[in-house]
């Protein structure tokens, strides 16, 4: 499975060009990615990165990738990220790793997003990987009815989970949130629940990725395959 998220990445690489400003996603796809890509610059690609965690902003700076912040550069050409699950409409369940809010933020300021991922994570119907909600602490219980409210209005209905890292306590953000995984099985219509989800306060910000990935690269044991958004 490893090696092929490693294709993947690589095949995403071949996107890069001297002079490109890129999004660097989070997670262990996304880690090949950075680390091939350091790699390149090694061998003299003048690229600029901006990280989507701290995690790759610690990967990305020992792999020797020049860093930026979106506050001193207003557009990105591509952001490239991995995922948890993928339709046909390259709708994109992302959050698995924590980085959602970054990792959103980095894909909207973006020209194009390619998504790699090997492909266990190509799904007909998005669902079967929970659902990572990003939430403020405060009010909790008052923001996971409204979440229930927002479920319910679209049809999908599920248990909440308060994420727990491995050291038992609640896992925080980056951002210093708290994420509660909604184990919904099926979203019949990912956009219309992302809708719902946006003006929910309490609500920092949802996996669910609407028309942010222009293009998949999935590796499978035949190959890879390079979906485009229809």
Do not use: Y
Not at 30 to 58: I, K, M, N, W, Y
Not at 59 to 85: H, K, N, Q, S, Y
Not at 93 to 101: E, H, T, V, Y
Request: charged letters at 25%; one cysteine or more.
């Amino acid at each position: 499975m490893d090696q092929l998220k490693r294709q993947a990445a690589a095949r995403a690489l071949e996107s890069v060009r001297d002079g490109m400003k890129l999004g660097l996603g989070t997670g262990s796809t996304a880690q090949h990615f950075v680390e091939l890509l350091g790699e390149r610059v090694a061998a003299g690609l003048d690229v600029v990165g901006v990280p989507t965690s701290e995690a790759t902003r610690a990967d990305a700076a020992r792999c020797g990738i020049p860093l930026t912040t979106l506050d001193d550069i207003d557009r990105l050409d591509l952001t490239v990220d991995g995922a948890d699950e993928i339709d046909p409409a390259l709708n994109v369940i992302k959050g698995g790793g924590g980085a959602l809010l970054r990792e959103k933020i980095v894909a909207a300021a973006s020209d194009r997003m390619i998504v790699i991922a090997d492909d266990s994570k190509w799904v007909e119907v998005l669902g079967r990987f929970p659902l990572p909600i990003e939430v403020i602490p405060f009010g909790l219980s008052a923001t996971q009815r409204a979440i229930g409210r927002a479920f319910a209005e679209c049809g999908v209905s599920g248990q909440m989970v308060v994420r727990k890292g491995r050291d038992g306590h609640v896992f925080v953000t980056d951002g210093g949130h708290w994420i509660v995984d909604a184990h919904l099985g099926q979203i019949a219509d990912p956009p219309r629940l992302a809708g719902l989800l946006n003006p929910i306060p309490g609500v920092v910000e949802h996996g669910l990725f609407i028309g942010l990935a222009s293009t998949a690269m999935l590796a499978g044991t035949r190959g890879i395959r390079v979906i485009e958004r229809p």
